[in-house]
């Protein structure tokens, strides 16, 4: 399923929010994750609500449903993976916007194909974790 990159941020942002237990996430912590106004951050999050990718509760948050989760969750290992990929591989620094590029053009089977060449890393380079890929062996 093609999805906007706007829309893969915020679920991105979510995902995030959701490992560091801001469960369910609160508009002004979104707004300002994306930098952005927190009316427009509404006006999109009931869009992706009204899409399937989040549940909205106002006044209580925002939180991902299945659809949003599996695509977060290629969205967020594909973010991973680049950035071990420039640093183990291509042997230079985090450049933020080209692993922000990479994160939103990667398919998954380039995905596992990377994680394939990097062993089947578990971290990134930050020791957050990297969701395992149908690449990945069973453990």
């Known amino acids: 399923m093609k999805v906007s990159e706007n829309i893969q941020e915020y679920l ?14 609160k508009i002004n912590e979104i707004a300002n994750g994306l930098n ?3 009316p427009s951050a509404v006006e999109m999050l009931r ?14 948050g925002i939180t991902l449903t299945k659809k949003g989760r599996e695509i977060a969750r290629q969205i967020i290992r594909n ?13 230079t620094k985090i450049d933020e916007d080209a692993v922000c590029g990479f994160e939103h053009h990667i398919s998954e089977e380039i995905a596992d194909a990377v994680c394939t060449i990097l062993n089947h890393p578990k971290e990134c380079p930050h020791g957050k974790s990297i969701p395992r890929g149908k690449c990945c062996p069973k453990a």
């Not at 992706?48 to 209580?60: I, P, Q």
């Not at 950035?83 to 291509?90: A, D, F, G, P, W």
């Open 47 to 60: 869009k992706m609500a009204d899409e399937g990718f989040v549940v909205y509760e106002a006044r209580k």
């Open 36 to 38: 952005i106004a927190a």
């Open 79 to 91: 973010h991973r993976l680049s950035e071990l990929l420039l640093t183990k591989v291509i042997r």
């Open 12 to 25: 991105e942002i979510l995902w995030i929010f959701e490992e560091e237990g801001k469960k369910p996430a």
